[in-house]
T-cell receptor, first 113, second 115 residues
Framework: GENVEQHPSTLSVQEGDSAVIKCTYSDSASNYFPWYKQELGKRPQLIIDIRSNVGEKKDQRIAVTLNKTAKHFSLHITETQPEDSAVYFCAASTGNTGNQFYFGTGTSLTVIP | GAVVSQHPSRVICKSGTSVKIECRSLDFQATTMFWYRQFPKQSLMLMATSNEGSKATYEQGVEKDKFLINHASLTLSTLTVTSAHPEDSSFYIC???????????FGPGTRLTVT
């Protein structure tokens, strides 16, 4: 089955700096890679996602890059703000409705004002 | 669009009793819903995949007789924790995807505390 690894487990950055979180996956059949942000006690919120036919996707301060050959993808947050502090999870899926997500172990991001 | 609700948000029950958690897709039909369990500072652990009109598929190590899942309609799945014990205390979250889409949308979660 699919195995998703995520690093680092914790990350602290100064406000305004960039944050990068990396994930690797094992199953070459995976073709959909979402990123979720979860605040304490709340639901995971989808912040960006990418399909394997695209190498990079950007939405304002957030971007995701994907290297299919190396089987890794990364989340980039620029100009970080204190409200970006949360736990971030990556996931991998074959991208079909009803197919399960395989989640990474999460990264706790703290943005220091 | 694509809103998923869960009820209750918090529940406290006594050891040995059963608790039912509801997961609803409010503005779309979901043939498949997923149930997760999340311990503090840990990732989401898939418990089971709930398919409308058929039996749920449970992940290895999850007791199907303890965690009963019913998906009777395209907008509602329920998880019943039977004979709850303190070790069942956790954050339970459901998710659902829209037809033809890869995305999953999560419910707000249910905090279960068994005393």
């Amino acid at each position: 089955g699919e195995n998703v690894e995520q690093h680092p487990s914790t990350l602290s950055v100064q406000e305004g700096d960039s944050a990068v979180i990396k994930c690797t996956y094992s199953d070459s059949a995976s073709n959909y890679f979402p990123w979720y942000k979860q605040e304490l006690g709340k639901r995971p919120q989808l912040i960006i996602d990418i399909r394997s036919n695209v190498g990079e996707k950007k939405d304002q301060r957030i971007a995701v890059t994907l290297n299919k050959t190396a089987k890794h993808f990364s989340l980039h947050i620029t100009e970080t703000q204190p409200e970006d502090s949360a736990v971030y999870f990556c996931a991998a899926s074959t991208g079909n409705t009803g197919n399960q997500f395989y989640f990474g172990t999460g990264t706790s991001l703290t943005v220091i004002p | 669009g694509a809103v998923v609700s869960q009820h209750p948000s918090r529940v406290i029950c006594k050891s040995g009793t059963s608790v039912k958690i509801e997961c609803r897709s409010l503005d779309f039909q979901a043939t498949t819903m997923f149930w997760y369990r999340q311990f503090p500072k840990q990732s989401l652990m898939l418990m089971a995949t709930s398919n409308e009109g058929s039996k749920a598929t449970y992940e290895q190590g999850v007791e199907k007789d303890k965690f009963l899942i019913n998906h009777a309609s395209l907008t509602l799945s329920t998880l019943t924790v039977t004979s709850a014990h303190p070790e069942d205390s956790s954050f339970y979250i459901c998710s659902a995807g829209t037809s033809g889409g890869a995305r999953q949308y999560f419910g707000p979660g249910t905090r279960l505390t068994v005393t």
